[in-house]
């Protein structure tokens, strides 16, 4: 199991359905280790806000 997105890359993410974050453009800050639950997740930023969010990789598709 390996990581699709690598740092720095641009993707688009797609928050599930009643979350409170926008969906959008975001560039992944880094892939996070795979844990007991074997997600895929990553740290992602969007240039629109202040912080970074936690995406499942399942969440996020590549931009053109």
């Not at 959008?24 to 895929?40: A, F, Q, T």
Request: hydrophobic letters at 35%.
């Amino acid at each position: 199991m390996t990581h699709r997105f690598s740092a720095g890359e641009s993707v688009y993410f797609s928050p599930p359905l009643m979350a409170a974050a926008a969906s959008g453009k975001y560039k992944i800050v880094r892939p996070l280790p795979i844990e007991n639950d074997n997600k895929l997740t990553y740290r992602i930023k969007s240039m629109a806000e202040n912080f970074e969010r936690i995406a499942e990789e399942h969440q996020l598709s590549r931009t053109d």
